[in-house]
């Protein structure tokens, strides 16, 4: 039962998340296209763009630290994601600018750094004064969750 409710605590906070990095971006670069509009014009839009996207973030992040027992690096690196794969659609679809390979290459190597934070093997602690035994213990709850969290994405 504890594993279903973490598993839609991580699911929840994936589509949050996803919500929070389309109205990002959106509030970034919607005003790109809208020529006509004066400087603070393109601010307040902006502005009010990017509050949707905290009621998004806020609860996404708190339900996904507290409830799906995710790092805050998980969550970051999967906002990350998102927020990427917003960027390009909207570049495309809305600013109708072309997509280039430069633009896919790189951004593949920033893709891939997510997976190294979420599913690297690198679980050796650099700053920080856990004990061993907490550590290994936080460890298995989070990549737990994070399995939990690889279809959901995947989707």
Known sequence: MEDMKRGGAIALTTILLCLASVSMITAWYFHLKMKSWKLWQAYLVSVSIAS???LFLVPANRIGHEQGALSTATLRSVSEMFIIIAYLVFQVIVLKEPLKVNHVVGFLVVLLGVVVVVAGPFPKILIGGERAEDTQDARK???DAE??????TAA
Do not use: G
């Open 147 to 152: 399995a939990q969290l690889a279809p959901a």
């Open 141 to 143: 709850v989070e990549n």
């Open 52 to 54: 949707i996207e905290y």
